[in-house]
């Protein structure tokens, strides 16, 4: 597992996270990369969700709108307020490393491109398990350290690797990632690659025009290898 790391203490990383989200949408992803999450998990109306690292809440938001009782929860306050503002479901200000939850409370847990940046991703995983429902199911979305674009864009250009610009990094292989979530409480019955979706709302398409570079990572996605792709979502069960 390759780590980069320029903030070092809990109260750096929480007062960066904040300054970036003066910025909205800086962070999140398209909107049709969790519904994708979403179409896979195939929450039942009804279903508690807890989204880890919520950002603006686009899950939350989408959940909702399919009847799930979802719960978002980050650890800057400033994504807290963009998600409140979008979403009528519980967000809070919390660590992932400590969910303020009982044992065995939600039947699904999300973790989408965030669990890297985690000062303890073990611990993350550890408690995304003890929160979840026994046989309860999570998604996890994790970056590759061999994605091939990086490769052949970054590090044969400058000789440096994987940069997605935040604080405290991290990036590993499909097995390596594997290999910790089943670590921490996890079985790991799918892993799917990661490449970007192809736009299918106004809202999508407004994001692809604000991040005009990732058009071209959506053009070679379809010959991108599983194991040299952007990331890999997991989808787990609770053992």
């Not at 052949?152 to 979530?181: C, S």
């Not at 409480?185 to 736009?199: A, D, I, R, S, T």
Request: hydrophobic residues 45%.
């Amino acid at each position: 597992m390759k780590t980069q790391q320029r903030a070092h203490t809990k109260e750096e990383i929480i007062a960066t996270y904040n300054a970036m989200y003066t910025q909205p949408g800086k962070l999140r992803d398209a909107a049709a990369l969790y519904r994708w999450v979403l179409d896979l998990l195939s929450p039942q109306k009804g279903a508690q969700l807890l989204d880890v690292a919520c950002g603006e809440g686009v899950l939350v938001r989408l959940a909702e709108a399919r009847g799930v009782h979802a719960i978002g929860i980050d650890v800057a306050w400033r994504a807290a307020i963009i998600a409140q503002q979008s979403t009528c479901g519980r967000i809070i200000v919390g660590e992932g490393e400590a969910l303020p939850f009982p044992d065995a409370t939600f039947d699904f847990v999300t973790n989408l491109g965030s669990l890297e940046h985690f000062i303890d991703p073990e611990q993350g995983v550890q408690e995304m398990r003890r929160v979840l429902k026994p046989g309860g199911v999570a998604a996890v979305l994790l970056p590759n350290s061999y994605y091939l674009a990086d490769i052949i864009w970054h590090v044969w250009r400058t000789g440096y690797g994987p940069n997605h610009k935040q604080p405290l990094e991290r990036f590993a292989t499909f097995g390596e990632w594997r290999d910790m979530l089943e670590a921490g409480g996890f079985h790991v019955e799918k892993g799917l690659k990661y490449n970007f979706l192809f736009p299918r709302s106004r809202e999508d398409w407004q994001w692809y025009f604000q991040h005009p570079r990732k058009f071209l990572y959506l053009a070679v996605a379809p010959l991108m290898p599983f194991h040299l792709s952007y990331s890999f979502l997991y989808i787990c069960r609770a053992l």
